[in-house]
């Protein structure tokens, strides 16, 4: 598995990742409440890329997971005792850790876990956050797995989609 940043060439086949992961948890547990066209979408790919945040793992030639990796929490964040006084230009604050539905239950998330931890420390930043909504118990014990402290539970705004609740991690680096 090679882990790149993503491209303007990568667009079309992330956004086919995220609407098959969609597709995939509509007809199984729906872990963490994503919907087609709502969150994960083409938008968040394109905007990734303009950033130049989006990170793709790269798999037998296929995009086989992404992830975002911004410098921007949420506005529910300021809400939580991080416990340090860390500003945001020395965190990664995880988005859209997602696997094409292909590539699950092979290890591929541990292994980007462990890229992005050891990414983070090469770009010298001091911290890692998260948030998870409240009952995705598989992506839970994936980052207590790898250490990520429990903060918080707080409200980021996503009720009008029945996501009420979401809970708040932290890895130092």
Do not use: C
């Amino acid at each position: 598995m090679i882990i790149r940043k993503g491209t303007s060439e990568d667009i079309d086949e992330v956004a086919a990742l995220y609407d098959a992961l969609t597709d995939y948890l509509e007809k199984h547990v729906n872990y963490p409440g994503w919907r087609k066209g709502i969150y994960p979408a083409r938008e968040d790919a394109v905007l990734g890329i303009n950033e130049d945040n989006l990170l793709v793992a790269v798999e037998n030639g296929r995009i086989a997971g992404t992830v975002i990796l911004r410098h921007e929490p949420e506005e529910a964040y300021a809400l939580a005792d991080w416990h340090n006084q860390l500003e945001y230009k020395d965190i990664f604050v995880i988005y859209t850790f997602a696997l094409h539905p292909d590539f699950l239950h092979q290890g591929l998330g541990k292994k980007m876990m462990n890229f992005i931890i050891d990414y983070g420390a090469k770009m010298n930043m001091k911290a890692l956050r998260l948030d998870v909504y409240e009952t995705n118990t598989p992506a839970i014990q994936l980052y207590e797995e790898f250490g990520f402290e429990y903060i918080d539970t707080v409200d980021l705004g996503y009720s009008a989609y029945g996501l009420n609740w979401f809970k708040l991690y932290q890895r130092l680096l």
